[in-house]
């Protein structure tokens, strides 16, 4: 199996990157062979990979971090890099790999602080790998500071420094950052391509693989995190009812309340496991005994610690929420189709029977309008708008229409 293999529907692309990992790893053989270096490349410094949600773009730009790292013996007899199996591949794509450093958004923005260390670590050469490799999850998230520290970085790279940024379109990234890298655009996968991933990797029978691809109509992740996980399941369940709860407004005000709290429990939970693993492990760092005080003039590490951990406690409440109101806008979509007597394929049959008496009970103008302020929930949320009052105020406007 190799690195490329979990990237549904992206053959294009992947073909693209295997390529470049083949220059990337001549490249790299002959200058520790002080061998001459090769004349044409596929390879740069810097990638832009970009795509709508469930594409899997950061699947991709780590799969591709793991065949720049790849270390295996059959490369000598002409295999491409990134045989998934090896040191190299595993390491990276599990990421625990030394010279492969990831930046994710820990609240609603990148700051310069959380780029420091590793925007002065792309400037060192590789500890043990191949290739030093700066995977940024999250670009649109940069703040002014971080994208500016970027781009020095970007600009003068060193000379086996590579940046991935990835990203949910072109124009979320800074132009100056945008033009010096090599883009990629990703497309959704088929509900097909999707359905048969599940069935394969997965072991997930084929008519339930079918309906989760659907209902997620080619979301990867979220395809398989319904397919494996039955309170995700619930969860979508649960949202799927909220059309039919709103028609007063204590109904509205409940659902709301119901919907905000559900997303607060499944931040509380990842919060527990993550929160505590990382305090003891900082704690040991700081030579703190087991259960003991910890030394003198450690305090502010672990207030910037209890901060860091708040602001994703506060990411994460509102991806949750952000999870709901897609599957939401899903639900309305089927709708449209209904009352616009569209061909397009439901995807939320599971729910057809609700699907119908709304189709029935509104007209068109209303749906979209309920279309349009579940997106204007969710540019609230982006300004940092309370989640209880983002969420009220649409649900008091899809009970309008």
């Not at 925007?119 to 490799?133: D, E, H, L, N, Y």
């Amino acid at each position: 199996m190799t690195v490329w293999d979990d990237l549904v529907g992206q053959e294009k692309v992947s073909e693209q990157l295997a390529a470049a990992a083949r220059d990337a790893d001549a490249f790299v053989t002959a200058a520790a062979a002080d061998g001459p270096l090769p004349e044409a490349s596929k390879m740069t410094h810097a990638w832009l990979f970009t795509g709508p949600p469930g594409a899997g773009v950061t699947q991709t730009a780590r799969a591709f971090a793991a065949a720049l790292q790849c270390v295996s013996p059959d490369r000598a007899l002409g295999a491409a890099p990134g045989c998934g199996f090896c040191d190299g591949c595993h390491t990276a794509l599990v990421g625990t790999h030394a010279d492969v450093s990831t930046v994710a958004a820990v609240g609603t923005q990148i700051l310069a602080e959380d780029m420091r260390d590793t925007v002065r670590k792309s400037f060192t050469s590789p500890a043990s790998g191949r290739w030093q490799i700066i995977l940024v999850e999250d670009a649109e998230r940069l703040n002014e500071r971080s994208a500016n520290a970027v781009l020095k970085a970007v600009e003068e790279p060193a000379p086996r420094t590579v940046w991935l940024l990835c990203a949910p379109s072109i124009e979320d990234v800074l132009p100056t950052i945008r033009s010096r890298c090599r883009h990629l655009n990703l497309r959704t996968p088929s509900v097909d391509a999707v359905a048969d991933m599940l069935v394969r990797r997965e072991g997930i029978e084929p008519d339930v693989a079918a309906a989760v691809a659907r209902a997620t109509q080619g979301h990867v992740d979220r395809a398989r995190r319904l397919a494996t996980d039955p309170a995700a399941r619930d969860r979508r369940a649960a949202v799927l009812k909220l059309p039919l709860r709103i028609e007063d407004v204590g109904g509205g005000l409940k659902a709301a309340q119901e919907l905000v709290d559900a997303a607060s429990e499944d931040a509380k939970q990842l919060a527990e496991e993550m929160d505590a693993k990382e305090t003891e492990e900082l704690k040991a760092a700081l030579g703190a005994a087991q259960g003991g005080r910890l030394p003198r003039g450690t305090a502010g590490v672990m207030n910037d610690l209890e901060k860091m951990q708040k602001r994703r406690r506060t990411r994460t409440q509102r991806d949750s929420l952000d999870l709901a109101l897609t599957d939401l806008t899903g639900f309305y979509r089927d709708v449209l189709a209904l009352q616009l007597g569209s061909r397009v394929a439901i995807a939320n049959a599971d729910a057809e029977d609700a699907l119908e008496r709304l189709a029935r009970g509104s007209s068109p103008e209303s749906t979209l309008r309920r279309i349009e302020a579940i997106a204007a929930c969710r540019d609230a949320l982006d300004r940092n708008v309370a989640p209880l009052l983002a969420v009220e105020a649409m649900t008091m406007a899809l009970r309008a229409g």
